[in-house]
Every structure is written in C-alpha cells, then in structure tokens.
C-alpha cells in the first residue's frame, strides 16, 4: 500500500515535470519574440492570469507605457498565449481573412457557442445582413415606432415627480433598451411581456456565465454536465412557448403571399427579416427563436451599458445638462423627435462618442484567434492557436491619437466635425483606428446604426423631462465601474436621482 502510493507520487512528480519543463521551454521561445508582462514562467504565469481577472485595465495600461506601444504577450488563466500587438497592426487585423485570424473562432471559444445555441449560429450567419443592411435602411420608417416605445418605457421606469426620486440606473435602462430594441426585433405586445423581457435580458449573462464554465470542462464531460451547468436550454424553450403561435401564424401566412395572396398588414420588425432570409433548417421555430435571441444578446447589455456609462457621466457633470438641451430644442421637427433630428444632434452624438472612448466596455478590442501560424507586419509572430488583439489604452487613450487623452471632454467629436470638409466625419457610427469602440471593417458591428439611433433618442428625452444628479458624489466623479477580465460593466447598483424638469 505505501509501496503503491509513493510510486504514484514518484509518477505524477515525473509527468508534472515533463508538463511542465515543455511548457516552459516553449514559452521561453515565446518571449524572445514577444516579451510577456507579468511572469510568462509555467504556473507563476497563473498567477498573472489571475491578476489579470481583476486588473485588466491597469495591467493594459502598464503594459502600453512598458513597451511603448510595441506588442507584448499577457497570461489568461485558459490561453496563455494572448499577444497584445501594437496599434500599427489594426488593419492588418481587421484585414485578415477569417480562416487566417478568426473572429468566429474567439467568440466560439470564449462563450463555447456550439455548447450553448448551438453550432449554426456560428457557421451561418445570415442573422448578419439582415441587421447590417434592411435594418439600418428601416430605421428612418422605424423611427416613430422607436419614439414611441422609448417615451412609454421612460415613463414606466422612471418617475417624473416634484421630488428627487433614487432609481437604479443600469436596471431602469436594461428595461427601458429591452423594450425599445424589442419593439424592432418582434414588435408590441411582445415587447412590453414581462415574462419574455426577463429572458431577453437574462439570456445574455446566462450564455456567458455558462460559456466561462465550459470552458473550464473537458470536452467529453460537456454533455454529461450540460444539464447542470447551463439554463439556456430551458429558456429557449420558454422564448419558444410564447413566440410558436405567432411564429407559425408568419409562417402560414407567408404560404399564402406565396400563392399570390395579398398581405396588407405584414410585420416590419427584426423577426420577420430573419423569416424572410432564413432557409432550411433555419426556418423551424425553434431555430428562429434561437436566432431572435443570439440578436437579443449582442445588442440589449451592449447598449444599456453605453446608455448608463453616458448617463453617469453626465449626472456627474450636470454642467452638461445645459448644452444637451439647448441642442435638442434647436432641432425639434414639430412632430417631435424624427430620425432626421437625431442626424443633426452633434453634441449628443459627440458625448457617447466620447464615453465610449474613455469609459468602454471592453479592454481589448479586435481579438482574433490564429487558425494557423501567422507573422504580423511588424515581425510578430502568432502561433496558431494563439489569440492577437489591440487595446484602446494604445489608441483611444493615446496621445498620438487624442489631445488630452486622458480627458473626458464630451464635444470633442462635435468640434472636430465644425472644420471645414469634416462635418461628416467623427460620428459615433464611422470606425476608425482610433475610435474601435464598434470594432473596424469586416467585422464591425452590423446593429451599431440602431443602437446610435436608440442612444441618442433616449438621451434626447431624458434631457428634456428630466432633471437628475448623483446620489453621494462628488461633483466630476462616476461611481466606479466593475471589471470582469477584459469586460468593463458600468456599477449596477448606483443610483441616479431623477425629478420632472424644473426650469
Ligand atoms: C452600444 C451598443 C453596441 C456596441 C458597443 C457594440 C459593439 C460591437 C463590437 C465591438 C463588435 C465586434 C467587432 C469586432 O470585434 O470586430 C460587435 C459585433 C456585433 N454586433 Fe454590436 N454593439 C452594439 C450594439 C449592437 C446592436 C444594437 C446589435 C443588433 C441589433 C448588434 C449586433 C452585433 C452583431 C450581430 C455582431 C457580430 C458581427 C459579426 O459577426 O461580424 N450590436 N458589436
Ligand atoms: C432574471 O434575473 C433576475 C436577476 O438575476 C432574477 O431576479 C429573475 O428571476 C430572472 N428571471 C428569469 C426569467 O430567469
Ligand atoms: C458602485 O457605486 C457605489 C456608489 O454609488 C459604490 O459604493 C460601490 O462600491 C460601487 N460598486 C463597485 C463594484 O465598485
């Protein structure tokens, strides 16, 4: 027995050693190339990786002013080989075709998507189109019903009272984006049902939750622990229930317009595109309901923490509240707010332009994954397997890119646009290598015309009916945020204080 047990010691000691002196060797090889901040060595590396959970921002930054901007290697606790690389290779990394530096491969590996929803929505993606082209051409017919569900979910979720009244700003804004892009994705009544807004919202952290723990699990486990791991199932199937009637109601009368029957009142809303484009497989319910809710994801949190990171901003500088106004009033059509107004609105523009630039929800941007052995520009070697990104601490808040870098300076963007031939320009809809926040060229975000639309007619009416300010704070300051790896979410439980417009 002691015999059998210090053999196995002896054994486990041996291929430990083994493990880790091939590891060690290929990372030493690793660093000549690119250096690693933190300690690149086999197990201590971990120990940077954890770090790296909870002080991504920090240790970006110290790695952008380490190197000057030259790229450098960090450790995550699953892929140890994560190069930072200089802000010179963007277009090299939006350029790169798909099976060379692949964008799917990261969001595959990182939310395990094949687990969760399913492989399709990876490799067929004709979700993409429908949002990056017939929505964004809809948004100006779309617009009125857009208003609309804004001005009732605003009075549903924030009081309008003679006195200060605290609201949560992320939860009242979660709901308010819910029901506002779920008036465009499936219309009313659905998109007031609180049941289905639950699961809309819910979705999204239950994916990423249950992706992070996959990850974790080896492979052949994965379908033994499924069912105690993940939710996603279960809610899908509860999105299914209420969205099958009205779904096969389409359906039949999509039959019907086929044979030539007139459709007078045919929905015009995210939904029926997809029904429209889908083929195949893709047309069952159930799928379709899936792909309802993989466009939920990308686009309800993504907007709501915008929306609250702006809003902060701006209670926490009320000295802005003034030129908001002022600019909203200049350009209000009689019928209230069109989508042609929202074109005109360069300062609302500038300031979430300008938040997402300082603020962010994200500290690397661009991250693709090598499918095979890849030499950026620059010399920089990417294994396959290996994961290249950028950083806005390396452009956003640069000062070769930016005066004042470090700045919030909320009309920036709208100065800029007043020289001459640039009134175009500088919006937060147009990418560029120094404004990342939608990511840049083939990948670029398809709904980022709608969320812009949605995010400025929110904050149009927020400034017009109400007054608000921060709860406990010091004039300048935001409450500070919450960094989750290389995620930045907005504090959830701060509260801004809300009252009807005064003057
Ligand atoms: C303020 C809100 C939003 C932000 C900050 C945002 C940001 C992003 C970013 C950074 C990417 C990836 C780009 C890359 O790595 O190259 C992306 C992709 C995507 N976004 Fe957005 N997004 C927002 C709103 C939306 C909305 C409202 C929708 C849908 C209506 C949407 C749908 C998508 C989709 C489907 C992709 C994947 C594109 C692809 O696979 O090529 N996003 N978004
Ligand atoms: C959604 O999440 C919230 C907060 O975590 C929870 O209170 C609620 O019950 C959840 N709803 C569903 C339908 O899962
Ligand atoms: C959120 O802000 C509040 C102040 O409003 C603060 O007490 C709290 O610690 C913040 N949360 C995080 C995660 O920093």
């Known amino acids: 027995m002691q015999y059998e047990s210090s053999a196995l010691l002896y054994v486990a000691l041996l291929v430990g050693g083994i493990l880790f002196l091939s590891r060690w060797a290929k990372e030493r090889k690793l660093n000549a190339i690119t250096p690693a901040i933190g300690p690149w060595m086999p197990i201590l590396s971990c120990w940077g990786?954890?770090?790296?959970?909870?002080?991504?921002?920090?240790?970006?930054?110290?790695?952008?002013?380490?190197?000057?901007?030259?790229?450098?290697?960090?450790?995550?606790?699953?892929?140890?080989?994560?190069?930072?690389?200089?802000?010179?290779?963007?277009?090299?990394?939006?350029?790169?075709?798909?099976?060379?530096?692949?964008?799917?491969?990261?969001?595959?590996?990182?939310?395990?998507?094949?687990?969760?929803?399913?492989?399709?929505?990876?490799?067929?993606?004709?979700?993409?189109?429908?949002?990056?082209?017939?929505?964004?051409?809809?948004?100006?017919?779309?617009?009125?019903?857009?208003?609309?569900?804004?001005?009732?979910?605003?009075?549903?979720?924030?009081?309008?009272?003679?006195?200060?009244?605290?609201?949560?700003?992320?939860?009242a804004l979660l709901q308010i984006v819910a029901r506002t892009s779920g008036r465009i994705i499936l219309g009313l009544p659905f998109c007031r049902n609180t049941e289905l807004l639950d699961i809309m919202i819910n979705f999204t952290t239950d994916v990423v939750t249950s992706g992070l723990v996959f990850s974790f699990t080896p492979s052949p486990l994965k379908p033994l622990v499924k069912p105690f791991i993940t939710k996603v199932d279960k809610m899908i199937d509860r999105a299914l229930a209420m969205l099958r009637p009205t779904i096969e109601q389409r359906q039949n009368m999509m039959e019907k317009q086929k044979h030539g029957e007139e459709w007078a009142d045919k929905p015009n809303d995210i939904l029926q595109w997809l029904m429209d484009a889908a083929e195949g497989e893709e047309r069952e319910?159930?799928?379709?309901?899936?792909?309802?809710?993989?466009?939920?994801?990308?686009?309800?949190?993504?907007?709501?923490?915008?929306?609250?990171?702006?809003?902060?901003?701006?209670a926490a500088n009320p000295e802005y509240i003034a030129p908001l106004r002022e600019e909203v009033e200049s350009v209000l059509d009689q019928d209230g707010l069109s989508k042609a107004t929202m074109e005109k609105l360069r300062k609302v523009d500038s300031f979430f332009k300008e938040t997402q630039r300082i603020d962010g929800l994200g500290c690397l941007l661009l991250t693709r994954k090598a499918l095979r052995d890849y030499?950026?520009?620059?010399?920089?070697?990417?294994?396959?397997?290996?994961?290249?990104?950028?950083?806005?601490?390396?452009?956003?808040?640069a000062r070769a890119c930016y005066d004042a870098p470090h700045a919030f300076d909320p009309w920036r963007f709208a100065r800029m646009r007043e020289e001459p031939a640039q009134s175009g320009r500088h919006q937060i809809v147009t990418p560029s290598a120094e404004h990342l926040a939608f990511g840049l060229g083939h990948h670029s975000c398809p709904g980022r015309y709608f969320a812009a639309v949605e995010l400025k007619t929110i904050m149009a009416h927020l400034v017009m009916k109400y007054d608000f300010r921060l709860e406990n704070l010091k004039l300048g300051e935001i409450p500070p945020p919450m960094h989750i790896s290389n995620i930045v979410v907005p504090n959830r439980t701060a509260k801004v204080l809300f009252r009807k417009r005064k003057d």
């Open 375 to 397: 030499t950026l520009a620059d010399g920089t070697r990417v294994p396959a397997g290996c994961y290249v990104s950028t950083t806005p601490s390396a452009t956003h808040r």
């Open 49 to 171: 990786a954890l770090k790296f959970l909870f002080r991504a921002q920090a240790i970006l930054e110290e790695g952008y002013v380490e190197y000057g901007g030259r790229p450098y290697r960090i450790a995550m606790l699953y892929e140890w080989h994560y190069i930072v690389s200089s802000p010179e290779a963007i277009d090299e990394l939006q350029r790169a075709p798909e099976d060379v530096l692949s964008f799917m491969a990261v969001a595959e590996e990182n939310l395990q998507l094949a687990e969760t929803l399913g492989s399709a929505v990876t490799t067929n993606t004709y979700h993409i189109p429908v949002l990056r082209t017939t929505l964004t051409r809809n948004l100006r017919k779309l617009h009125e019903d857009i208003y609309d569900e804004i001005c009732n979910s605003i009075a549903h979720c924030i009081p309008a009272t003679d006195d200060w009244t605290p609201v949560v700003a992320l939860d």
């Open 285 to 314: 319910p159930r799928a379709l309901t899936v792909r309802f809710l993989l466009v939920c994801f990308a686009s309800i949190h993504t907007t709501s923490m915008t929306l609250t990171q702006a809003l902060y901003r701006l």
